[in-house]
């Protein structure tokens, strides 16, 4: 006894890529990158991967390539919404914004982004895994 016939495969030419989008301008690149960026911060809340004021999220500003947008010092990551995020250039100065910068941390970011220049954004978190994992004294 023979089950069912299986589903032909659909032609190449009909599957289509998710390819990054497109954006008409650069306020709309950047208003993009600063909405994801509040979400990937939203997420990380969520998950707890934020220890305190230690951790952050960056992204490079689209139009100013030397300056990055970034959580507010202090503020948890999941309440963080898209007005609240800083642009900080590449010394940790702010630039757009009303709150500080978690400058220790913030030279971190620099030094990748500066090292990467095609890197758009770079993550640092303290999970409870990884504290966990940490405090084992153990090399991986």
């Not at 589903?7 to 989008?21: E, G, I, K, S, V």
């Not at 509040?38 to 934020?50: H, N, Q, W």
């Not at 620099?110 to 504290?131: M, T």
């Given at each position: 006894?023979?089950?069912?016939?299986?589903?032909?495969?659909?032609?190449?030419?009909?599957?289509?890529?998710?390819?990054?989008?497109?954006?008409?301008?650069?306020?709309?690149?950047?208003?993009?990158?600063?909405?994801?960026?509040?979400?990937?911060?939203?997420?990380?809340?969520?998950?707890?991967?934020?220890?305190?004021?230690?951790?952050?999220?960056?992204?490079?500003?689209?139009?100013?390539?030397?300056?990055?947008?970034v959580?507010?010092?202090?503020?948890?990551?999941?309440?963080?919404?898209?007005?609240?995020?800083?642009?900080?250039?590449?010394?940790?100065?702010?630039?757009?914004g009303?709150?500080?910068?978690?400058?220790?941390?913030?030279?971190?970011?620099?030094?990748?982004?500066?090292?990467?220049?095609?890197a758009?954004?770079?993550?640092?978190?303290?999970?409870?895994?990884?504290?966990?994992?940490?405090?084992?004294?153990?090399?991986?």
């Amino acid at each position: 006894m023979h089950g069912p016939t299986p589903p032909l495969p659909l032609p190449t030419d009909q599957l289509r890529f998710a390819m990054p989008p497109m954006h008409e301008s650069v306020e709309d690149e950047r208003r993009h990158r600063k909405e994801r960026l509040a979400g990937a911060l939203r997420v990380f809340g969520r998950y707890g991967f934020e220890d305190g004021v230690s951790g952050h999220i960056t992204a490079r500003d689209p139009e100013y390539s030397d300056c990055f947008w970034v959580n507010p010092f202090g503020m948890p990551f999941k309440h963080v919404t898209v007005s609240d995020l800083v642009l900080a250039n590449a010394d940790g100065q702010v630039v757009d914004g009303r709150y500080h910068v978690n400058q220790a941390a913030f030279t971190v970011h620099a030094q990748v982004h500066a090292a990467r220049p095609d890197a758009v954004a770079v993550a640092h978190c303290h999970s409870v895994h990884g504290r966990a994992l940490a405090a084992l004294g153990e090399l991986l």
